[in-house]
């Protein structure tokens, strides 16, 4: 069965340091990988993907995620994380050879970056 | 362009009354989805819409659920009778068709918070 597995239900950071979010998927085929953040009362944003080419890809606000097929994994980062960023992140999954475009998202990641 | 909307925002009822959510899409949308947020857990995909077509419900939780979008452009879902353990937030999607660029990449709406009580 596909599923998503966001590890850790909160990040703490320090302003201006580095932050890695995790998520670890697993499904048959190809996997199409997003990142979605939802900052209070609004609705989800939708950060960045990993559809085909390089494992690195930048999205939005300064993040970035990195595609790793072999540890099955799409972790979020950012150099230098800002109090702003405090949200909470979503990993989802969508397999192309289902036939449906329908979302398998992860727990959740709560980041609290801290002045 | 408008964002995805729902309507409204926070919704209370009791236990065994009916509740109506409102998803409408960015125009122009064929690709409907809901999904919910029970408190502390994942987003669960509920159905999905093309146009006015249900072309996946697997996610439907019971018969207590039911969503239309009739004219294939705003979707309503009812709960009727509402239980407990439907609280949570419940989030409408939209992408384009097929012919409108990547149909994979969908757009939230700021979601419902209903609660049960």
């Not at chain 1, 850790?8 to 199409?32: H, I, M, R």
């Not at chain 2, 409102?22 to 987003?43: A, F, Q, T």
């Not at chain 2, 609280?87 to 209903?114: I, N």
Request: net charge positive; with cysteine; glycine share 10%.
């Amino acid at each position: 069965a596909q599923s998503v597995a966001q590890p850790e239900d909160q990040v703490n950071v320090a302003e201006g340091n580095p932050l890695t979010v995790k998520c670890t998927y697993s499904v048959s085929g190809n996997p199409y990988l997003f990142w979605y953040v939802q900052y209070p009362n609004r609705g989800l944003q939708f950060l960045l993907k990993y559809i085909t080419g390089d494992n690195l890809v930048k999205g939005s606000y300064g993040f970035e995620a990195e595609f790793n097929k072999s540890q099955t994994s799409f972790h979020l980062k950012k150099p230098s994380a800002l109090v702003s960023d405090s949200a909470l992140y979503f990993c989802a999954v969508r397999d192309p050879p289902s036939g449906t475009y329908k979302y398998i998202f992860g727990t959740g990641t709560r980041l609290k970056v801290l002045a | 362009e408008a964002g995805v909307t729902q309507f409204p925002s926070h919704s209370v009822i009791e236990k065994g009354q009916t509740v109506t959510l409102r998803c409408d899409p960015i125009s122009g949308h064929d690709n409907l989805y809901w999904y919910r947020r029970v408190m502390g857990k994942e987003i669960k995909f509920l159905l999905h819409f093309v146009k006015e077509s249900k072309q996946d419900e697997s996610g439907m939780p019971n018969n207590r659920f039911l969503a239309e979008r009739t004219g294939g452009t705003y979707s309503t879902l009812k709960v009727q009778p509402a239980e407990l353990e439907d609280s949570g937030v419940y989030f409408c999607a939209s992408s384009r068709g097929l012919a409108g660029g990547p149909a994979y990449e969908q757009y939230f709406g700021p979601g419902t918070r209903l609660t049960v009580t």
